[in-house]
């Protein structure tokens, strides 16, 4: 975490152009951090800067580039172009990000000099990037999710009886529990902050999935509960509006009223934040994602488009979810023209045909080359993605190859290495592997999710990238 050391307004003389050149500096590296592959560019510079130190809302000003990609960022002199690594515009909730980083190096910034600057002390105390998080989310008593945070990051490096643990808290967002009205939390109840997280034992009280810490409003520790009775008494039978992976489902429930937040340390480490009903970030690889499923969502149902039947979206996105939190990669197709685009991308032995070819008469007892993979299509012949379980749909990804369907809900093949076209592979240069190449290739054939090993979920469309969460 990076550290200031606050000025006194009566050492305020000359220039400050280094100082604001170090800010410079952190707004560059934590614009990388939430957005790895987007471009921020200098377009104007001052290399002197005097402050007079008066005190305003703002020194930023964020405005929309003329092509309605990128944004336009005047802060402190200087101009920055700030553009999406693909040709598709920053969405809404990206763009609400950018402003909250922006803004946050601001107040952080003015609270080197403004001793009145709301919350001062704490806006150094922790982590820039926890932060950010924390005012993305508004919640009640902002400050209790970087402590807690912070908490989990640290339980993160430690191991119990030689094993990674896991963690969760559920930071309330009413004054009292509404699971238990009448129960006040005891004197003397410790901070939830990195100190617990030294005691031996603390983080086999809650495991995250299945029992999880509550924290009152106040920060403090308050009782243990299991996940899944305190969703249903205080969130009743609701099931949740967008798509969440199966093991979070009591976690973003948890979370659709009352203002509530839940924060969970994954068994692959991983630290999740739920909010509004939605699991809005991930924390893997040494940086936060935005996750913002509910927009991608809705994508993903436009590009299906409202012909297919209405859980098709639904259900071959939740089983893409569920391949991504474990750890699976899988590649799901939807053909708009299947007439046309079968013939160019799947080959007649991994095709699923109604008819079944007899055994090989001249070897009865081993299966020829071309009936092998064909074999495999009898457990789903004559049935569609309707009449499939979210896992029976996930063990089909989960052979090496794509799933595809057509916009009726079909099951068109399984398992089936696609063909990809010669013009598509002049479209796909650089790509980091087959299954992407085979995703950019196919998304000219309709919509396309790729899930990656590493726990990405991808959707590709026309040969280019939609979204990534």
Same mark, same amino acid.
């Given at each position: 975490m990076d550290q200031e050391t606050a000025i006194p307004p009566d050492r305020l003389t000359g220039p400050i152009s280094k100082l604001v050149g170090l800010y410079q500096g952190f707004l560059r590296r934590t614009a990388e951090h939430f957005f790895p592959e987007a471009l921020l560019d200098a377009i104007g510079d001052r290399t002197v800067i005097n402050w007079d130190g008066r005190r305003r +809302?703002?020194?930023?000003?964020?405005? #929309?580039?003329? $092509?309605?990609?990128?944004?336009?960022?005047?802060?402190?002199?200087?101009?920055?172009?700030?553009?999406?690594?693909?040709?598709?515009?920053f969405l809404p909730a990206e763009r609400r990000l950018i402003e909250i980083?922006?803004?946050?190096? $601001?107040?952080?910034?003015r609270?080197?000099?403004?001793? #009145?600057?709301?919350?001062?002390? #704490?806006r150094f105390h922790y982590a820039l990037e926890d932060l950010i998080i924390t005012e993305y989310l508004n919640p009640a008593d902002p400050f209790r999710v970087p402590a807690v945070l912070e908490a989990l990051r640290v339980a993160a490096l430690s191991t119990y009886e030689n094993r990674r643990v896991s963690m969760g808290a559920v930071l309330l967002g009413t004054q009292n529990d509404p699971a238990a009205p009448n129960w006040t939390n005891p004197g003397?109840?410790?901070?939830? !902050?990195?100190?617990?997280?030294?005691?031996?034992?603390?983080?086999r009280l809650g495991d995250g999935l299945c029992t999880a810490f509550i924290v009152d409003r106040q920060g403090e520790l308050g009782r243990i509960v299991?996940?899944?009775?305190?969703?249903?008494?205080?969130?009743?039978? !609701?099931?949740? &509006?967008?798509?969440?992976?199966? +093991?979070?489902?009591?976690?973003?429930?948890?979370?659709?009223?009352?203002?509530?937040?839940?924060? @969970?340390?994954?068994?692959?480490q991983e630290i999740k934040v739920f909010a509004r009903g939605t699991m809005v970030f991930a924390f893997s690889d040494a940086r936060w994602r935005l996750l913002d499923i509910p927009t991608k969502f809705a994508t993903w149902c436009r590009a299906i488009s409202t012909s297919c039947p209405s859980? @098709?979206?639904?259900?071959?996105?939740?089983?893409? @979810? !569920?391949?991504?939190?474990?750890?699976?990669?899988?590649?799901? &197709?939807?053909?708009? $023209?299947?007439?046309?685009?079968?013939?160019?991308?799947?080959?007649?032995?991994?095709?699923?045909?109604? $008819?079944?070819?007899?055994?090989?008469?001249?070897?009865?007892? !081993?299966?020829?080359?071309?009936?092998?993979?064909?074999?495999?299509?009898?457990?789903?012949?004559g049935r569609s993605l309707a009449d499939l379980d979210s896992s029976e749909l996930e063990a089909l990804a989960g052979i090496d190859g794509a799933v595809v369907t057509d916009l009726s809900g079909r099951l068109l093949t399984f398992g089936a290495i696609l063909r990809i076209d010669p013009e598509a592979l002049k479209v796909a240069r650089a790509v980091e592997g087959a299954r992407t190449l085979a995703a950019l290739a196919a998304s000219f054939h309709g919509p396309v999710l790729k &899930?990656? #090993?590493?726990?990405?979920?991808t959707m590709y469309l026309g040969g280019r990238r939609m979204w990534e969460l």
């Open positions: +809302e703002e020194y930023y000003r964020l405005t #929309e580039d003329p $092509d309605g990609v990128g944004l336009i960022l005047d802060w402190f002199g200087t101009r920055y172009m700030f553009q999406p690594g693909s040709p598709t515009p980083i922006v803004r946050t190096l $601001d107040l952080r910034f609270g080197l000099f403004d001793l #009145e600057i709301v919350h001062r002390a #704490e003397g109840a410790p901070r939830f !902050n990195t100190r617990l997280t030294g005691i031996k034992g603390f983080h299991d996940i899944e009775r305190w969703t249903q008494r205080t969130q009743g039978a !609701n099931a949740l &509006v967008d798509p969440c992976p199966r +093991e979070y489902i009591h976690h973003a429930r948890a979370t659709r009223s009352g203002g509530h937040v839940c924060l @969970l340390l994954t068994r692959s859980d @098709l979206a639904l259900k071959l996105f939740q089983a893409a @979810l !569920n391949l991504a939190e474990d750890r699976k990669g899988g590649l799901f &197709v939807v053909l708009r $023209d299947p007439a046309k685009s079968v013939a160019q991308l799947i080959a007649p032995q991994d095709r699923i045909v109604e $008819d079944v070819i007899a055994d090989d008469p001249q070897d009865p007892e !081993n299966l020829s080359p071309r009936q092998s993979k064909r074999v495999l299509h009898h457990v789903v012949r &899930v990656s #090993e590493d726990g990405f979920l």
